[in-house]
């Protein structure tokens, strides 16, 4: 399956930005979708999971509250809604696929987009 991340960009603190995540083929309802960041600097970091159905999610304790992963089935996209941002969120956004609903095993995931910026300004 091919990824492509899109949806970043400059916000100001306590804004919302949302990241969308197109996926390519007829198969994509059979993968769990994750989103997983990078800050200059820092390792990849897992940000949120979902299984298959949508019906399980799966968030990293920094953005719990403030973000919420959806997907649709029908138009194979994945989306991340970003609200109160904060300039610790500024990193590049991945989006990525993986066979079962893996959550933060990073390894696990198989497919990659290639990331979208976001930047989050004080």
């Known amino acids: 399956v091919q990824l492509q991340a899109s949806g970043g960009g400059l916000v100001q603190a306590g804004g919302s930005l949302r990241l969308s995540c197109a996926a390519s083929?007829?198969?994509?309802?059979?993968?769990?979708m994750g989103w997983f960041r990078q800050a200059p600097g820092k390792e990849r970091e897992f940000v949120a999971a979902i299984n298959w159905s949508g019906i399980t999610t799966s968030y990293a304790d920094s953005v719990k509250g403030r973000f919420t992963i959806s997907r649709d089935n029908a138009k194979n996209t994945v989306y991340l809604q970003m609200n109160s941002l904060k300039p610790e969120d500024t990193a590049v956004y991945y989006c990525?696929?993986?066979?079962?609903?893996?959550?933060?095993?990073?390894?696990?995931?198989?497919?990659w987009g290639q990331g979208t910026q976001v930047t989050v300004s004080s």
């Open positions: 990525a696929a993986a066979r079962g609903f893996y959550e933060d095993l990073i390894d696990e995931y198989n497919w």
């Open positions: 083929g007829r198969t994509f309802s059979r993968y769990a």
